[in-house]
């Protein structure tokens, strides 16, 4: 069982765990990358992707001014996310919806990280350490970033999906007689 006997030995638990994640990102970013059949997506998470790789740097420097190790702890959540992410890129789908999948997987990813960071952010500040705050907050902006420019490609490609829809005879989604209302 893991000690903690402070608001430090908290920050510092959370730290790594965010370092951990962000090192399963490395990994799973790439196959997101290679999966995705919009370029305009692929662009967008290979952007993501170099971000991340310097989220990982600032998370080193944050260890070094807690005097802490990055390493040693695994992010579970993240791995549950990227799992997750992984049926998404093997789902046999048309290209649009394939790729609305891997949105989904994604802005999972990035909320899942606002969290970590908002709380990690939370305790520093409260513990006066400006630097470390500084530097969660530089990641958080990203991440924020990041999730907006997968909301726009995902409300993109639906509009699209759900045109294609249309055109094929099918109504869209939005047109589907509402269960609930029916059964109530
Ligand atoms: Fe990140
Ligand atoms: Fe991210």
Do not use: W
């Not at 420097?61 to 992410?85: D, F, H, N, P, R």
């Not at 790729?99 to 990813?109: F, H, P, S, W």
């Not at 995902?154 to 094929?168: I, N, Y």
């Amino acid at each position: 069982m893991e000690t903690m006997k402070s608001a430090v030995d908290l920050l510092a638990a959370e730290i790594k765990d965010l370092y951990s994640a962000e090192k399963q990102l490395t990994k799973a970013i790439p196959k997101m990358i290679a999966g995705a059949k919009d370029p305009h997506l692929k662009a967008g998470l290979s952007a993501h992707l170099d971000e991340t790789k310097q989220q990982i740097v600032r998370l080193e420097t944050i260890a070094g001014l807690l005097e802490i190790e990055a390493s040693g702890k695994v992010c579970k959540g993240m791995e549950g996310i990227i799992l997750e992410g992984a049926e998404a890129l093997s789902t046999d789908a048309p290209p649009l919806v394939h790729d609305l999948g891997i949105i989904a997987a994604a802005r999972r990813v990035e909320h899942y990280e606002m969290a970590g960071y908002m709380t990690a952010i939370a305790i520093s500040d409260e513990l006066e350490l400006s630097e470390v705050t500084a530097l969660l907050q530089a990641t958080l902006f990203e991440e924020k970033g990041a999730e907006e420019s997968l909301r726009t490609h995902f409300d993109g490609l639906l509009v699209k999906c759900t045109a294609v829809a249309a055109d094929s005879g099918k109504p869209p989604a939005k047109h589907t007689p509402n269960v609930m209302a029916k059964t109530a």
